[in-house]
């Protein structure tokens, strides 16, 4: 059973969520907030596997909650989804750094906004390829968030350029194409290199490439 913790200050959404996840048989609704700060504590009573978190909210925000749950050792297996109005605002980018496992619009379709809890569930980013070379096209035109170096200096030559091809968003099946290794290998170094620069799943390991520098975003043209 996945147990799922609402964060909305809309009633209407909390409401018409849970009916959604209710009629599954293996989702469980397990507590609603209407803030960021009522999130972080439910998630702590609640010990949830799937947070789904609005981002803008009155007082504490999606971002904010997102950053204390992550930080939380008690909380380290919960993860975290953001919603979204709009598929890549200006939030997402925040949100991810935050420690968020992936983010879903609120116009998706139920069927792939149920799946997508499963996916985060099972330990996986909700960030498809295609939405991550998206993200990576976003990069652009932002900002660079600058990262320790350390992090990058315990990274072997090898780790560094499997960073690199998750950063231009390859699957684990592509970069063992592409480095002409096992899938098992490949998903090896991507859990190795997750571990010493401590991102949580796929989707930090993508900002990390970038903000790192593995990763140059370039613009086209």
């Given at each position: 059973?996945?147990?799922?913790?609402?964060?909305?200050?809309?009633?209407?959404?909390?409401?018409?969520?849970?009916?959604?996840?209710?009629?599954?048989?293996?989702?469980?609704?397990?507590?609603?907030?209407?803030?960021?700060?009522?999130?972080?504590?439910?998630?702590?009573?609640?010990?949830?596997?799937?947070?789904?978190?609005?981002?803008?909210?009155?007082?504490?925000?999606?971002?904010?909650?997102?950053?204390?749950?992550?930080?939380?050792?008690?909380?380290?297996?919960?993860?975290?989804?953001?919603?979204?109005?709009?598929?890549?605002?200006?939030?997402?980018?925040?949100?991810?750094?935050?420690?968020?496992?992936?983010?879903?619009?609120?116009?998706?379709?139920?069927?792939?906004?149920?799946?997508?809890?499963?996916?985060?569930a099972e330990g996986a980013a909700l960030l498809s390829p295609t939405i991550t070379r998206t993200l990576i096209g976003e990069f652009v035109s932002r900002p660079a968030h600058?990262?320790?170096?350390?992090?990058?200096?315990?990274?072997?030559?090898?780790?560094?350029?499997?960073?690199?091809?998750?950063?231009?968003?390859?699957?684990?099946?592509?970069?063992?194409?592409?480095?002409?290794?096992?899938?098992?290998?490949?998903?090896?170094?991507?859990?190795?290199?997750?571990?010493?620069?401590?991102?949580?799943?796929?989707?930090?390991?993508?900002?990390?490439?970038?903000?790192?520098?593995?990763?140059?975003?370039?613009?086209?043209?």
């Amino acid at each position: 059973m996945i147990r799922v913790l609402l964060v909305d200050d809309q009633p209407l959404i909390r409401t018409g969520l849970r009916a959604l996840l209710d009629a599954e048989d293996d989702l469980e609704v397990v507590g609603e907030a209407g803030d960021g700060a009522e999130g972080v504590e439910l998630a702590a009573q609640h010990r949830p596997d799937v947070v789904l978190m609005d981002v803008q909210m009155p007082g504490t925000d999606g971002i904010e909650a997102t950053r204390r749950i992550a930080e939380r050792e008690d909380l380290r297996d919960t993860r975290v989804v953001v919603l979204t109005n709009y598929g890549l605002d200006e939030y997402v980018f925040d949100a991810l750094r935050a420690g968020a496992a992936g983010f879903l619009v609120k116009d998706t379709d139920p069927a792939e906004l149920v799946q997508g809890l499963r996916v985060v569930a099972e330990g996986a980013a909700l960030l498809s390829p295609t939405i991550t070379r998206t993200l990576i096209g976003e990069f652009v035109s932002r900002p660079a968030h600058q990262v320790d170096g350390d992090a990058v200096r315990h990274l072997t030559p090898r780790e560094r350029e499997v960073v690199a091809l998750v950063g231009h968003g390859l699957s684990n099946a592509e970069i063992a194409e592409r480095l002409v290794v096992s899938p098992t290998t490949a998903k090896t170094h991507v859990s190795r290199a997750m571990a010493k620069v401590h991102a949580r799943d796929r989707a930090q390991l993508v900002v990390f490439a970038y903000e790192s520098g593995l990763v140059q975003a370039r613009t086209s043209g």
